[in-house]
């Protein structure tokens, strides 16, 4: 499990908690008892004492007997697990993901409306320890009809704050880690300079919808990266659009993404398994319109770059049996792959922040307004081959030749994969 804690949010499989800006729901279960079953419930834990500091609140939206949809309202992702419930009079246990994996135990309390949660991840030794992860308080109520985004199409030119903000979970203004997103001119952006914990440095934004690999779909949109460093000497950053999965039975976590960097446009993969990671450059443009298109036929997801009126390949994944091949015929086996198959994926925008590493140092560097972002994000229905239009072209010559490197401690987190 991922235990990066991204800027606006932790992975929630990981660790539970993360921060919000949201309301708390209406409790609407008032009895003493705990239910005999959490179908199709949704519960909101009111987190006020855990060792990362400030009080939050979570969302667990429970669709079944054993699967459990949470929802972190800070960062919009949304992640599938299984869990257990067993209640004792006034007390129930929730078991949050597989026992024999890294998972969670919360005992919750009806007749005070408490909790308290135990955190079981695997130490350096492999084995399962037992760690305080917070108590509080909590809520209870029916499962809102809709409330979990399947198949949801939408497109935002970031023109309009209040449409935004109803699509993302972070709008203009929002600020955390000495960032701020900044919406105007039809961009937004990151702003500001990082001053949280390094490992904190990636970032990513889910966007409301989960979409099926039973579909046609295209996740399209406008990326720029314009930072910079103070001496001009060379630095990392990126901004870039796709999916990032978590395998609900292993965990694996796993991100398949296209954008800008401060040395060109490129598409990447990152498997949190062994770390592995497999880039392919696209061209030297550190902006332009990109997209990921699902072709169902084939099973396979596309990361394309437009070109005039046209679309080019770059790279792309077989969601079943784990290929990732470069427009030029490079291809490479993902280890320890789990198919997709009946999972849904969730969309996103992500982020690194500009930094340079000298060993074990990291120096972060200012991102100015309208420097690292988006102009447009859109979710939509894909088909004929294409998508939305233009033609497709395969690469030549070195665009989408795969640059073969493995990065053990890269890692951007984790969204949807679920059943």
């Keep these: 499990m991922n235990k990066n804690i991204r800027l606006f949010g932790t992975s929630i499989l990981t660790s539970l908690w993360l921060a919000l800006a949201g309301t708390t729901a209406t409790t609407i279960v008032e009895a003493a008892n705990a239910p005999g079953s959490l179908v199709d419930q949704k519960v909101t834990f009111n987190v006020q004492e855990h060792s990362d500091g400030d009080p939050f609140e979570v969302e667990f939206h429970f669709t079944s007997a054993t699967n459990v949809r949470t929802k972190d309202l800070d960062s919009g992702e949304w992640e599938y697990a299984e869990y257990a419930w067993q209640r004792t009079g006034a ?25 308290t949660a135990n955190d079981h991840e695997f130490d350096s030794n492999g084995n399962l320890s037992n760690e305080d992860a917070g108590s509080g308080t909590f809520t ?48 937004y952006s990151l702003t500001g300079t990082f001053n949280g914990d390094p490992d904190d440095r ?33 630095h990392n950053s990126s901004v870039k659009l796709g ?36 880039s392919s450059y696209a061209s030297s443009a550190k902006d332009g319109n990109y997209r990921l298109r699902h072709e169902k036929s084939k099973e396979t997801i596309h990361c394309e770059i437009q070109e005039g009126s046209d679309w080019r390949t770059v ?3 077989n969601w079943r049996t784990g290929v990732y091949s470069g427009a030029n015929g490079d291809s490479v086996q993902i280890s320890h792959w789990q198919s997709f198959e009946n999972m849904h994926v969730q969309p996103a925008m992500y982020f690194v922040v500009p930094h340079k590493e000298d060993g074990d140092a990291i120096t972060f560097y200012n991102i100015g307004n309208n420097q690292l972002g988006f102009s447009s994000f859109s ?16 690469g ?24």
């Excluded at 030549?396 to 059943?419: C, E, I, P, R, V």
């Design 379 to 394: 979710v939509a229905a894909g088909g004929d081959g294409d998508g939305q239009g233009g033609n497709t072209n395969p």
């Design 91 to 115: 007390t129930g246990q929730l078991t949050w993901g597989n026992p024999a994996n890294e998972h969670m135990i919360i005992s919750l309390n009806f007749s005070q409306r408490t909790f």
């Design 396 to 419: 030549t010559g070195q665009d989408g030749a795969l640059n073969w490197q493995d990065y053990d401690d890269f890692s951007g987190g984790g969204l949807d994969a679920s059943k």
């Design 140 to 187: 209870m109520e029916n499962l809102p009809e809709g409330a979990i985004p399947f198949g949801r199409y939408f497109g935002d030119d970031f023109s309009d704050q209040t449409t935004t903000r109803s699509y993302w979970a972070q709008g203009h203004n929002d600020s955390k880690y000495g960032l701020t997103v900044k919406q105007d001119q039809g961009n």
């Design 243 to 278: 999916i990032m999965v978590e395998t609900p039975d292993a965990g694996v976590e796993f991100e398949l993404l296209i954008g800008a960097t401060p040395w060109g446009s490129e598409a990447h993969y990152y498997s949190d398994a062994g770390g592995q990671f497999k």
């Design 315 to 317: 790279s792309s994944l």
């Design 202 to 234: 990636w970032i990513n934004f889910g966007a409301p919808s989960l979409l099926s690999l039973a579909e046609d779909w295209v996740i399209e949109g406008g990326a720029f990266n314009r930072t910079v460093s103070p001496s001009g000497s060379s």
